[in-house]
């Protein structure tokens, strides 16, 4: 079935560094979504890419759609202490069914 | 700004109990979910609900389990006898289709079900 992976899973950086988080599905996708889980959190949608090769900015965070729709990226510019938690990708399977990549969990040192 | 409630945040129960698990989508979503998330993996979809029946469900949601929306507001998980297993975070999550939504899922805030 439809696989969704994540790389790395573990990121701790000092703050203002970079942080990368890589995503990969073993099918094309119709579009890919992004979601934060902070510490003892609830998965928080942060935003959805359609287009092949989509690039969207949210102030420091850049999302980017490969242009075969398989894969996917979050960079984020300088961190701050507020970017701390688990950073998810996550694929339509069907018409309903997401599937949630492993998630990569960024700690950040002030 | 609406929100997906969930009931209660924190249950425990014994193995072979029976588990209803509640939660309040957004008023105007017409689509429901649950997930289960194990302590520190992956977001696991359990099943969707549209226009009162299952759309889809995953391996785990077996016989066991079952939902069920009884009213206009509210859309439950049922776990028919526990199993140690069933341990885990679940969330609801819901969804709107009106002109100019997107397809982003709304989660709460989770129930964890401990199971002893």
């Known amino acids: 079935g439809q696989q969704v992976m994540q790389i790395p899973q573990y990121q701790h950086v000092q703050e203002g560094e970079d942080f990368t988080t890589y995503c990969n599905s073993s099918?094309?996708?119709?579009?890919i979504q992004w979601y934060k889980q902070r510490p003892g959190g609830h998965p928080v949608f942060l935003i959805q890419?359609?287009?092949?090769?989509e690039v969207k900015k949210q102030k420091r965070l850049t999302f980017q759609f490969g242009e075969a729709k398989k894969n996917s990226s979050l960079h984020i510019t300088a961190t701050q202490t507020t970017d701390v938690g688990t950073y998810f990708c996550?694929?339509?399977?069907?018409?309903?069914?997401?599937?949630f990549g492993q998630g990569t969990r960024l700690t950040i040192n002030p | 700004e609406p929100e997906v409630t969930q009931t209660p945040s924190h249950q425990v129960t014994q193995m072979g109990q029976e588990v209803i698990l509640r939660c309040v989508p957004i008023?105007?979503?017409?689509?429901f979910y649950w997930y289960r998330q194990i302590l520190g993996q992956k977001v696991e979809f359990l099943v969707s609900?549209?226009?009162?029946?299952?759309?889809?469900k995953s391996e785990i949601f077996d016989d066991q389990f079952s939902v069920e929306r009884p009213d206009g507001s509210n859309f439950t998980l049922k776990i028919r006898s526990t199993k140690l297993e069933d341990s885990a975070m679940y969330f609801c999550?819901?969804?709107?289709?009106?002109?100019?939504?997107?397809?982003?899922?709304?989660f709460g805030p989770g129930t964890r079900l401990t199971v002893t």
């Open positions: 999550a819901s969804k709107g289709m009106g002109r100019g939504e997107g397809y982003e899922q709304y």
């Open positions: 099918t094309t996708l119709s579009n």
């Open positions: 890419l359609v287009k092949s090769g």
């Open positions: 996550a694929g339509p399977r069907g018409a309903q069914k997401l599937v």
């Open positions: 008023s105007n979503h017409l689509y």
């Open positions: 609900f549209y226009n009162n029946e299952i759309s889809e």
